[in-house]
């Protein structure tokens, strides 16, 4: 089961910031918090990760609560390109062997005009 | 950056027939990849795990008779999927880990869309 829990889908006006909520609430200590995103029928594309810091990267920011129970995905200037649908993963430290992700359902963002 | 390739982007075929797509990363070696099946409007769904140099590890409920992976190189990983039916039909995608020690990020193909008639 996806460790993660997002909001079905989310509308954003074009060129505001769409804020992508997530809760885990289960999350264990060594594991980080990962953002991929995933355009119709194409395979998803990484955008940031964390652990316990929020991070900023060309794409978004990521803002990660101090209990990390939760964090939030910021796309600072939305465009209609960024309409596709949002997945938060958390997985275990790159040390681990295993390497996979637990997919949720994901947050379907959708840009507006 | 990484780059993971996937072949084809889409194929059509008749039941009963084989299927082969490749996966390749472009730029780094890979001594793992996953393949994942979603269907529409779906998560994706991790099928197996790709070992280079040893046999694939499948999740539960998948026949590995069916889906065949053969991961021969550091480079380049198969699935086929044998004996196709129209249940078969999906969106198969891989995903290759850059080695340890430089950065944990997952990178995915492009996706298979198959289509099975």
């Known amino acids: 089961d996806a460790k993660t829990t997002q909001p079905t889908s989310m509308d954003c006006a074009e060129g505001r910031a769409a804020n992508l909520p997530c809760n885990h609430s289960t999350i264990s200590g060594n594991e980080y918090v990962y953002w991929y995103r995933q355009i119709h029928s194409q395979g998803p594309q990484y955008i940031i990760h964390?652990?316990?810091?929020?991070e900023t990267n060309e794409m978004a920011s990521l803002i990660i609560t101090e209990d990390r129970k939760s964090s939030t995905l910021i796309l600072p200037h939305a465009t209609l390109r960024d309409t596709a649908v949002y997945y938060c993963?958390?997985?275990?430290?790159?040390?681990?062997?295993?390497?996979?992700?637990?997919w949720g359902a994901g947050t379907k963002l959708i840009i507006k005009p | 950056g990484a780059v993971v390739s996937q072949h084809p982007s889409w194929v059509i075929c008749k039941s009963g027939t084989s299927v082969k797509i490749e996966c390749r990363s472009l730029?780094?070696?890979?001594?793992?990849m996953f393949w994942y099946r979603q269907f529409p409007k779906q998560s994706l769904m991790l099928m197996a795990t790709?070992?280079?140099?040893?046999?694939?590890?499948?999740e539960q409920g998948v026949e590995k008779d069916k889906f065949l992976i053969n991961h021969a190189s550091l480079t380049l990983s198969t699935l086929t999927v044998t004996s196709a039916h129209p249940e078969d039909s999906s969106f198969y995608i891989c995903?290759?880990?850059?080695?340890?020690?430089?950065?944990?990020?997952?990178?995915f193909g492009s996706g298979t869309q198959l289509s099975v008639l």
């Open positions: 730029d780094f070696q890979a001594t793992t």
């Open positions: 995903s290759a880990p850059l080695p340890r020690g430089l950065n944990e990020k997952l990178f």
């Open positions: 993963i958390v997985r275990t430290s790159f040390m681990d062997s295993n390497y996979q992700l637990i």
């Open positions: 790709s070992n280079e140099g040893s046999k694939a590890t499948y």
């Open positions: 964390g652990l316990k810091n929020n």
